[in-house]
T-cell receptor
Framework: EAQVTQNPRYLITVTGKKLTVTCSQN?????MSWYRQDPGLGLRQIYY???????DKGDVPEGYKVSRKEKRNFPLILESPSPNQTSLYFC??????????????FGEGSRLTVL | GQNIDQPTEMTATEGAIVQINCTYQ??????LFWYQQHAGEAPTFLSY??LDGLEEKGRFSSFLSRSKGYSYLLLKELQMKDSASYLC?????????WGAGTKLIIKP
């Protein structure tokens, strides 16, 4: 089954404790992206990757890191989480970044709470 | 700057028709997407328009006017399961610009 898998789905952590949210897709997609979603603000892009070893900042990259060492995986790293990073996070992938094949497939989401 | 506007919330009656509008101002245009998102779940793809006109897919249709920077999503024969948020997104220079979404409430 074609899917994007994120883990963990739910996490409560404390300020400053490093954490990683994993993301894996099995569709051989070139493009991957991380979003956060907060009430009233819609989806905001954190980082994206056009292909292996190519990553770029999105609209809200501060406090986050990513890597793309393999095509299928795109982990999101919070080196020192703060309460303002409490949010619902989505990983998404698409075959390309443009046109009809730019249709995004989303993971189920990771709800993160930073105390 | 780049901007996408949608109504925050709409209410409609089961069995009726509703039109959700989206206006955009972006530096580039490579297509417009509509996604559906149920509360607490991931967005799922509904439609894609890149040329002017209407695209019909079952009970859902999407319209695009590039000259006006305008799109709408038309939902017919509304069902309770259509209660969700509907997200408009424009592919501008190969990056997606998202609207904040329209929460659609369906009443019996």
């Amino acid at each position: 089954e074609a899917q994007v898998t994120q883990n963990p789905r739910y996490l409560i952590t404390v300020t400053g404790k490093k954490l990683t949210v994993t993301c894996s897709q099995n569709m051989n997609h070139e493009y991957m992206s991380w979003y956060r979603q907060d009430p009233g603000l819609g989806l905001r892009q954190i980082y994206y990757s056009m292909n292996v070893e190519v990553t770029d900042k999105g609209d809200v990259p501060e406090g986050y890191k990513v890597s793309r060492k393999e095509k299928r995986n795109f982990p999101l790293i919070l080196e020192s989480p703060s309460p303002n990073q409490t949010s619902l996070y989505f990983c998404a992938s698409s075959a390309t970044s443009g046109g009809r094949t730019g249709e995004l497939f989303f993971g189920e989401g990771s709800r993160l709470t930073v105390l | 700057g780049q901007n996408i506007d949608q109504p925050t919330e709409m209410t409609a009656t089961e069995g009726a028709i509703v039109q959700i509008n989206c206006t955009y101002q972006t530096s580039g245009f490579n297509g417009l997407f509509w996604y559906q998102q149920h509360a607490g779940e991931a967005p799922t793809f509904l439609s894609y328009n890149v040329l002017d006109g209407l695209e019909e897919k079952g009970r859902f249709s999407s319209f695009l006017s590039r000259s006006k920077g305008y799109s709408y999503l038309l939902l017919k024969e509304l069902q309770m399961k259509d209660s969700a948020s509907y997200l408009c997104a424009v592919n501008s220079n190969y990056q997606l610009i998202w609207g904040a979404g329209t929460k659609l409430i369906i009443k019996p």
